[in-house]
């Protein structure tokens, strides 16, 4: 738990590419954390982001940003987990599984062996699948161990019925759950804006089921249309870790949509799932379980079968490689 007493807080970042890279800018752009580490095997690379990235100090807060490596992490108060092979056109974050989880073997670990006790943010895909093998592999205990889950799923949500209904998407209380990936869902049914049911401001509007349908699959393929036209997405979901990572340091007890793990919500257990969440200095500090509707349930269900399936194979996969 990071001591709410002390004004000093760290965070290391491995992995320096358009997601963490874009991470760490939108974490001096806020002036989040007083120290911050970059952890990459691209020397140069990492020391050239610091070099440039200590230039907005002068403009936002005052930061000790540094290339370093695994070792930094002894005292950090939060460890960010960006590397991993990116999703390519026509591949699914789920194709990513064996090779991202053989590259997670390589950091945690030597993490954890350096006397690192704060909080693992997970985003590298398929995060859902990365989250609980960071949890195995560390051996924390499962509140210390979060992915970013639908945060950036929820947020595409949110902007896509914002426009839909001419409001601020931060005013938008919809969620997306499940798997970061092809089996997510919207929850339509508890989602509201300013208490009124979304279903019943989109029939004053003239949206239909079927519109909003088409909103849930737009979001579901976002990515793959980013990916397609520039290659990643990562200005996103930097800023989703961003907003996780304020919540963490500042102990905020912010309800966010995150991977958590899952026991006997939803009637699910030993998953690490897309769920709303309080999460504060502690990391998980309690699931938030929405009274999904039997249909809803059902998807929950269906998406967590899929993710089981997908952890089990790629952590025996792992352990046969070995």
Known sequence: ?????????????????????????????????????????????????????????????????????????????????TAGAPQKPGETRLDLVNKNLNIL?????????????????????????LTYGTWKMSGFPKNKVIGSGTSLDTARLRVALGKEFKIDPRDVNAYIMGEHGDSEFAAFD???????????????????????????????????????????????????????????????????????????????NDIFIGTPAVVNANGLAKVVELPLSASEMDKMKKSADTLRKVTSDGLANLENNK
Do not use: C, W
């Open 105 to 129: 073997s390589t950091i945690v670990p030597p993490i954890v062996d350096a006397g690192f006790d704060g909080i693992f943010l997970v985003a590298a895909n398929p995060v859902d699948v």
């Open 190 to 268: 508890e989602a509201n804006v300013a208490g009124k049911p979304v279903r019943d401001i989109a029939a004053d509007l003239g949206i239909n089921a079927d519109d909003l349908d088409k909103v849930e699959d737009d979001v579901r393929n976002k990515a793959y249309e980013i990916i397609n036209k520039k290659g990643a997405t990562y200005y996103g979901v930097a800023t989703s870790l961003m907003r996780i990572t304020k919540a963490i340091l500042r102990d905020e007890n912010a309800v966010l949509p995150i991977s958590a793990s899952l026991d006997g919500e939803y009637g699910l």
């Open 1 to 81: 738990m990071i001591d709410m007493t002390a004004t000093h807080t760290k965070v290391v970042l491995v992995g320096d590419g358009a997601v963490g890279s874009s991470y760490a800018f939108a974490m001096m752009q806020q002036g989040i954390a007083e120290e911050f580490v970059i952890v990459d095997v691209v020397k140069d690379k990492i020391e050239g982001d610091a070099l440039d990235l200590e230039d907005a100090e002068a403009f936002t807060a005052p930061k000790n940003v540094y290339a370093g490596t695994y070792a930094d992490a002894k005292d950090a108060d939060v460890v960010v987990i």
